[in-house]
């Protein structure tokens, strides 16, 4: 389902360019759209070249709005600020108003002269553009919407590597700052050079401005990765890498998974509907293999073969049901692991816990103000969350427990705390590996792809375009 504000934008693009002389579909059309918009303004089209750069084309992006709405005689800086801040307000309410019409591309002299009261020298219109730009640009991304592309495939098939999508700071309220000195529109790497794009002598408390709703299971998260805080990068929080997962668990919740279903305080938890996992495959040995026509078709990802009949690859449960129907396959099940097979990679690694990642839990998920007693069977669930993300010195003498130098049976924990999960769950690094998610490590909500590319589809049709624009369920 299309995000409602989107579609409100999308409307007022639409009037917005008829009024112009284009056809209101060009405006649906990703990156094609802004190369119409340069053209309306008499803009350069190189500068479509410039949307390629990380953080350059959220500027960019802006100019060209800028310079588009221009075009329609909204020139002044109330006009110019509520286009940028408030655009599923202004941009359909100037498409739909009468009054309001194309007058001329922004960039011409004719319109210089039409609107010379407004006219600067070129140097002052770009200088001026590109501040504001910046200063858009880093207010939207900090306190209300930022740009985020899917790098792995852990969220397949409910997101796609090649998704790019909008991430809402309001939903759950924005955090501000806590290493306030960095580089603009850098994460936590200057680009080319490798260093850190950061300064970390300056740290400001977590705080988080209030939001819409607290996180909901179900909801596809971004947060900060929280095991950057160990070596080899010692990143603070807000400069941890940006992680998208499915929230599973919420504070004060239990959750275990059995045989790969997930039950929180005893009740199954839904089954992503595009979520992958991987499965077992036998054929009947008329094949090789699996060709590549049906392996994209059916979206298979990690095929493998063990014998000349039996296979494992990923998908969704939907494509396994379609499988079953070809003539050479004659079973297809989920690769489950079983119960009481210890994996040490798997949370919380001690061997106390035979738990592998389809099979663990108990778990009790911390919340604020929850007090829990600490002793050897809880010390390998909460130490990391006491020690790394509350700030305290934790000891372990014999049988003894210290907290900040003092001998302790229990904690009560400061944070909320989180369980993630990946839709696909066999090519997935996430809670069942590291753990909780603390609250200061919330970034925000995704809310909808507004492009989908896929790298490996036939060069004629690469965009997928049932996913552009589509709200993130």
């Known amino acids: 389902m299309i995000s409602p504000l989107l579609v ?28 119409i918009m340069l053209k309306l303004s008499q803009r350069p089209l190189w500068l479509l070249l410039l949307l390629l750069i990380p953080g350059i084309n959220f500027i960019i992006s802006i100019g060209i709005l800028i310079d588009f709405i221009k075009s329609f005689g909204k020139v002044g800086i109330g006009q110019i600020t509520m286009s940028v801040l408030l655009p599923f307000i202004f941009i359909p309410k100037w498409g739909f108003d009468k009054s309001t019409r194309y007058v001329g591309p922004s960039a011409s002299d004719d319109f210089r002269e039409k609107y010379r009261d407004f006219d600067k020298s070129p140097v002052r219109e770009w200088t001026e553009a590109i501040l504001f730009a910046v200063i858009a640009a880093t207010v939207i991304r900090g306190l209300f919407l930022e740009a985020f592309t899917i790098p792995s495939s852990s969220m397949e098939s409910s997101l796609m590597v090649g998704d790019f999508l909008f991430v ?91 045989y790969g279903q997930v039950y929180v305080n005893n009740q199954p938890m839904p089954i992503p509907r595009s979520g992958e996992m991987e499965y077992r495959i036998r054929t009947d040995g008329s094949v090789k293999g699996i060709d590549p026509g049906t392996r994209y078709n059916l979206h298979m990802e990690d095929l493998q073969q063990f014998t000349r009949v039996d296979f494992t690859a990923n998908m969704t449960v939907q494509s396994a049901e379609k499988l079953k ?80 130098g003092t001998k302790a049976d229990s904690y009560t924990f400061k944070m909320d705390y989180y369980w993630m999960m990946g839709d696909n769950r066999h090519n997935s690094e996430d809670s069942r590996f590291w753990g909780f998610v603390p609250e200061d490590h919330i970034v925000g909500k995704a809310v909808f792809v507004w492009m989908s590319w896929d790298a490996n589809a036939p060069s004629w049709c690469k965009i997928r375009w049932d996913k552009v624009f589509r709200r993130i369920n």
């Open 8 to 35: 409100l934008i999308l409307a007022g693009y639409w009037k917005l360019f008829e009024k112009a002389g284009r056809p209101g579909w060009e405006a649906l059309i990703p990156v094609y759209h802004l190369y």
């Open 325 to 404: 129907a070809y003539p050479f396959v004659r079973a297809v099940k989920p690769d489950i692991k079983l119960r009481g097979v210890y994996d040490p990679e798997v949370f919380p690694h001690d061997p106390h816990f035979r738990w592998n990642e389809d099979n663990l839990g108990p778990i009790i998920i911390p919340r604020k103000g929850w007090t829990v007693t600490l002793d050897s069977l809880t010390m390998p669930f909460y130490q990391r969350a006491i020690e790394v993300y509350e700030n305290n010195k934790v000891q372990i003498k014999g049988n003894e427990i210290l907290i900040n």
């Open 168 to 258: 809402s700071k309001i939903n759950y309220g924005a955090r501000l700052p806590m290493t306030p000195i960095a580089f603009p529109f850098a994460h936590h790497t200057l680009p080319l050079t490798g260093t850190k794009a950061y300064w970390d002598g300056i740290k400001l408390p977590y705080y988080r401005l209030p939001g819409f709703s607290q996180v909901k299971k179900g909801d596809a998260v971004v947060f900060n990765y929280p095991m950057d805080a160990d070596s080899p990068f010692y990143r603070p929080v807000d400069k941890q890498e940006n992680y998208i997962k499915r929230c599973q668990g919420s504070p004060g919740d239990t959750i275990k998974l059995e």
